[in-house]
Each structure stands twice: as structure tokens, then as C-alpha cells.
T-cell receptor
Framework: DGGITQSPKYLFRKEGQNVTLSCEQN?????MYWYRQDPGQGLRLIYY???????QKGDIAEGYSVSREKKESFPLTVTSAQKNPTAFYLC????????????FGPGTRLTVL | AQTVTQSQPEMSVQEAETVTLSCTYD???????LFWYKQPPSRQMILVIR??????QNATENRFSVNFQKAAKSFSLKISDSQLGDAAMYFC???????????????FGKGTKLTVNP
């Protein structure tokens, strides 16, 4: 089955620790995205990547970092510099082209204690 | 910067009835795409329907249709014959046209929570 996987579904970390969220896709999509979802805020773009070894900051990149070493993978690191990291994180991917529908993964709920 | 506004934080509808969710957006561009996404309690985002700004005809997908008013920058979603499984958060989203360059990111509204009453 083609799709996007995010692991783990729930993640708990202590304050001050860096944590990496996994996102893998087998859809052969060029572009991948990370969104953050908070109650009442909708989805906000953290980082996106349109090709391997290239990525751009989104609207709320501070305190986050990413890498894109493989087409299939786009991990997100939440660093200790992120002031309020507790949130639901969604990864998405898309083809490039006029209809580039974004397909979303199931998400990871990160709780920082 | 583009913005998307969903003025109804919550809506409710009786099963089998019709409901319309509102969305307005702000952009200075003439070519773009608009989307409605559904997020059920599982939190999996699912594309419901999309509309290309250059098309005058409103998009339709089974029980879901849109009313796209480009001049008014309005993009409402109509759900006909509502079903219990339609209960979810609904997000309106905007994307610039690729022909104008730039990113392919989506700009989302804050969502409308739809409750379907049996």
C-alpha cells in the first residue's frame, strides 16, 4: 500500500530535550511538508522540501530543523529552542504539478513534560 | 500574505439535511487553487474537494459541492444529505498557482467543527 507513515503516534519528552519525528512516504512524491496543528489554530507550515537536499522555512520554523537526504524521508527535529513544542504534527507529501494534492500522514502527538 | 478565514468555529446539521460551511480568503493573485479538507476524529486529513480559480464552474464531488465566488473571494462548501460520517473538522485551504512561481505550500483556515445529529 502506498502512503505516508509517521512514527510514533504519541511521543513524550522532557523539557530541554531534542526530539525527532519521523515521516516516510512511498508515493514517489518530490515535495514534502511539515505542519503543526494547535487547537483553534488550523495548520501552520513549519518546513517544506521540493527536492532532495533542499528545503525552505515555512511560517513557524523557529526552534525546528529538518533534513532531506532521501526522497522518501523528511524527518523533523524539535529542538530545545522551540518554546512551546507540545502540539500535533502532520507530515504531507505531493507531486509537483498543477494539481499537487497534498497527502497527509496520520500525525504525531508530541507532549513535552 | 494570503489569509484564509473560516468564520464559523462550529456548525451542526441534522442527518440527511444540507449544510453550508463558509470560507473567505484574501489574495492579490489571479490564479490559485482552493481546497476543502476533512479531519475526522482519527485526525487523518482527507481532501474533500478542490477548485481551480480559472474555472468558473463550481466543483462537485458526490454529495459535496462548492460555491466559488471569485470576485467576492468566497469559497463555501455545501454538504448534501449529511451523514453521521461527515462529522469532522473541515479546513479551507489556499495555494498559489505554480505558474507564478514560489512555493506549493497550503495556507489553512482555522477550521469549522461539524456535528451531525441523528
Amino acid at each position: 500500500d502506498g502512503g505516508i507513515t509517521q512514527s510514533p503516534k504519541y511521543l513524550f519528552r522532557k523539557e530541554g530535550q531534542n526530539v525527532t519525528l519521523s515521516c516516510e512516504q512511498n508515493l514517489n512524491h518530490d515535495a514534502m511538508y511539515w505542519y503543526r496543528q494547535d487547537p483553534g489554530q488550523g495548520l501552520r507550515l513549519i518546513y517544506y522540501s521540493q527536492i532532495v537536499n533542499d528545503f525552505q522555512k515555512g511560517d513557524i520554523a523557529e526552534g525546528y530543523s529538518v533534513s532531506r537526504e532521501k526522497k522518501e524521508s523528511f524527518p523533523l527535529t524539535v529542538t530545545s529552542a522551540q518554546k512551546n513544542p507540545t502540539a500535533f504534527y502532520l507530515c504531507a507529501s505531493s507531486i509537483t504539478g498543477p494539481y499537487n494534492e497534498q497527502f497527509f500522514g496520520p500525525g504525531t502527538r508530541l507532549t513535552v513534560l | 500574505a494570503q489569509t484564509v478565514t473560516q468564520s464559523q468555529p462550529e456548525m451542526s446539521v441534522q442527518e440527511a439535511e444540507t449544510v453550508t460551511l463558509s470560507c473567505t480568503y484574501d489574495t492579490s493573485e489571479s490564479d490559485y487553487y482552493l481546497f476543502w479538507y476533512k479531519q475526522p476524529p482519527s485526525r487523518q486529513m482527507i481532501l474533500v474537494i478542490r477548485q481551480e480559480a480559472y474555472k468558473q464552474q463550481n466543483a462537485t464531488e458526490n454529495r459535496f459541492s462548492v460555491n466559488f465566488q471569485k470576485a467576492a473571494k468566497s469559497f463555501s462548501l455545501k454538504i448534501s444529505d449529511s451523514q453521521l460520517g461527515d462529522a469532522a473538522m473541515y479546513f479551507c485551504a489556499y495555494r498559489r498557482s505554480l505558474t507564478q512561481g514560489g512555493s506549493e505550500k497550503l495556507v489553512f483556515g482555522k477550521g469549522t467543527k461539524l456535528t451531525v445529529n441523528p
